[in-house]
Nanobody, 116 residues
Framework: QGQLVESGGGLVQPGGSVRLSCAAS????????MRWYRRAPGKERELVAS????????NYADSVKGRFTISRDNADKMVYLQMNDLNSEDTAVYLC?????????WGHGTQVTVRS
């Protein structure tokens, strides 16, 4: 059974940085595109960043372009989200997702709170 486990969230000051990690297991990692979503209080779930199976194609939400970077390590079955220049609007639960045409796996999420 596929599993995704996020880590790296916490409390960070405005303008600060944090790196989220997502560890995958139980499925063929390099056959899945990987995505980071976030869910903020009172808002719909938002796709933040995605990366294709070989890591060559990346896409970002306009709200995070230039500040966030998604990456993956297929050998270690890991995906990362480097988040810089954080602001209060980035406060959310960040969820890792593995996607291919046959299905999805989801992590439980990690909370990122941006507050001075």
């Amino acid at each position: 059974q596929g599993q995704l486990v996020e880590s790296g969230g916490g409390l960070v000051q405005p303008g600060g940085s944090v790196r989220l990690s997502c560890a995958a297991s139980g499925f063929i990692f390099n056959q899945f595109a990987m995505r980071w979503y976030r869910r903020a209080p009172g808002k719909e779930r938002e796709l933040v960043a995605s990366i294709n199976e070989n890591g060559f194609r990346k896409n970002y939400a306009d709200s995070v372009k230039g500040r966030f970077t998604i990456s993956r390590d297929n050998a270690d079955k890991m995906v990362y989200l480097q988040m810089n220049d954080l602001n209060s609007e980035d406060t959310a639960v960040y969820l890792c997702n593995a996607h291919n045409p046959w299905g999805d796996y989801w992590g439980h999420g990690t909370q990122v709170t941006v507050r001075s």
